[in-house]
């Protein structure tokens, strides 16, 4: 089964006058959606846009795993753990939360910072936070504290793309334009595969889609 959500659809967020902008395809906050509370592992997926000089300033996170993709720009993250570090396109954060971090996120460059922040639930509750950077990534990113992988596929005009047969697929279009069993998905779209079996979307243009492959349900009980 296929369920496509369209970039229209998602909450809208953030704080114009902070230059904050966010896109939430979750129930977020105050946009309260009981019959959109998660996807497998995944609780969250925003688009996030701040302007230069913007930022959320340092906020608690507990029992997630929190998972960024930069597409333009640059990001500075702080935490509570020591770490600084600036995230550039093509690098992968991740910092799991565990029993309790502290954080915050800027753009201190000059230009526009456009990220994808996913959340996704921890198999097991507390332990240590951690905190890891991958730089340019080119293979599958294994979170098993969630029991997901994350795949960057970057598919050409024409080209098919074979995703994982896996219990739930979870698809983000960062950019370009994809064709997905019928569906043409863009920027910012969406598609929530359960019992995923020989898909292979191809690229109506030059595309960047990210691809989470988990097991489990897809909404709690």
């Known amino acids: 089964m296929i369920e496509v959500r369209r970039a229209a659809e998602r909450h809208r967020g953030g704080d114009p006058e902070t230059g904050t ?9 105050p946009h309260y959606d009981p019959d959109n509370l998660r996807f ?9 846009r701040l302007a230069p000089g913007a930022g959320f300033a340092e906020h608690p996170h507990s029992h997630t795993e929190i998972v960024t993709w930069v597409t333009e720009g640059e990001l500075t993250h702080r935490d509570s753990t020591g770490h600084t570090s600036v995230i550039r396109p093509g690098d992968v954060q991740h910092l799991s939360a565990a029993a309790g ?7 201190e460059g000059t230009v526009p910072l456009v990220f994808v922040q996913m959340w996704l639930a921890p ?3 507390g332990g240590e936070p951690s905190y890891e950077v991958v730089r340019d990534l080119t293979e599958p990113y294994a979170v098993p504290g969630a029991g997901a992988v994350l795949s960057v596929l970057r598919p050409a005009a024409g080209e098919r793309t074979a995703l994982p047969d896996a219990p739930l697929l979870y698809v983000h279009v960062v ?3 994809i064709r997905l069993a019928g569906d043409t ?3 910012g779209d969406s598609a929530r595969i359960t019992d ?8 109506v243009t030059e595309a960047e ?11 709690p009980a």
């Open 21 to 29: 902008d966010s896109r939430h395809a979750f129930s977020f906050g």
């Open 123 to 125: 198999l097991e509750p």
């Open 209 to 219: 889609v990210l691809l989470w492959a988990m097991g489990g349900i897809a909404s």
């Open 196 to 203: 995923a079996r020989g898909l292979e979307p191809a690229g």
């Open 185 to 187: 998905l863009g920027p």
């Open 40 to 48: 497998g592992a995944l609780i969250a997926c925003n688009e996030e």
């Open 175 to 177: 950019r370009g334009e």
């Open 101 to 107: 971090v502290r954080h915050s996120e800027r753009n």
